[in-house]
T-cell receptor, first 118, second 109 residues
């Protein structure tokens, strides 16, 4: 099946620093990628939709200036958590839609990135 | 976006068949129904997807009635490793998937 990778798998940073998380589709092209956040014992919450070559679309309540998303190629999207604070500590997961499977609505998920802000 | 409702939790024993039902009363004509499995600290893993009637693959079956307002994921002969959270989602035109609370399945020996 299609593989999506994330890097890093976990990161610990000091409050006030910025953290970049990469999401890559390894064996397919993804025009659209999605970013989710998941707190302990909770479901995934969609943060934004990332489209290659255009600005991301953010869900209501998600600060676009704090969570910068760049989708510069068909295989890479990045999420930068700017000026991270302890409340940003969470599990961040990306997913990608295979451009060749648009009709099937199938998304492939990455393994997630655990962010801990001290 | 169609909202989904699932039981919060289910218990089962090894070797049993487990059926998890999801309701999605407002499913749109173009929506597909997809089920994912998630283990702690991992990304969701695709299990099965369907549009109507029955779909079967090597790990599960998905039953969808004619009105498509609900669906049932069937896991045959579960094992301890099937303990996970199972999410039912319906996809909209834009491709967004909104996760509901999911069903936490606990398989006991």
């Amino acid at each position: 099946g299609a593989v999506v990778s994330q890097h890093p798998s976990w990161v610990i940073c000091k409050s006030g620093t910025s953290v970049k998380i990469e999401c890559r589709s390894l064996d397919f092209q993804a025009t659209t990628m999605f970013w989710y956040r998941q707190f302990p014992k909770q479901s995934l919450m969609l943060m934004a939709t990332s489209n290659e070559g255009s600005k991301a679309t953010y869900e209501q309540g998600v600060e676009k200036d704090k969570f910068l998303i760049n989708h510069a190629s068909l295989t890479l999207s990045t999420l930068t958590v700017t000026s991270a604070h302890p409340e940003d500590s969470s599990f961040y997961i990306c997913s990608a839609r295979d451009t060749a499977e648009l009709l099937q609505e199938t998304q492939y998920f990455g393994p997630g990135t655990r962010l801990l802000v001290l | 976006l169609a909202k989904t409702t699932q039981p919060i939790s289910m218990d089962s024993y090894e070797g049993q068949e487990v059926n998890i039902t999801c309701s999605h009363n407002n499913i749109a004509t173009n929506d597909y129904i997809t089920w994912y499995q998630q283990f702690p600290s991992q990304g969701p893993r695709f299990i099965i997807q369907g549009y109507k009637t029955k779909v079967t693959n090597e790990v599960a079956s998905l039953f969808i009635p004619a009105d498509r307002k609900s669906s049932t994921l069937s896991l045959p002969r579960v094992s301890l490793s099937d303990t996970a959270v199972y999410y039912c989602l319906v996809g909209d035109k834009g491709g967004k998937l909104i996760f509901g609370q999911g069903t936490e399945l606990s398989v006991k020996p």
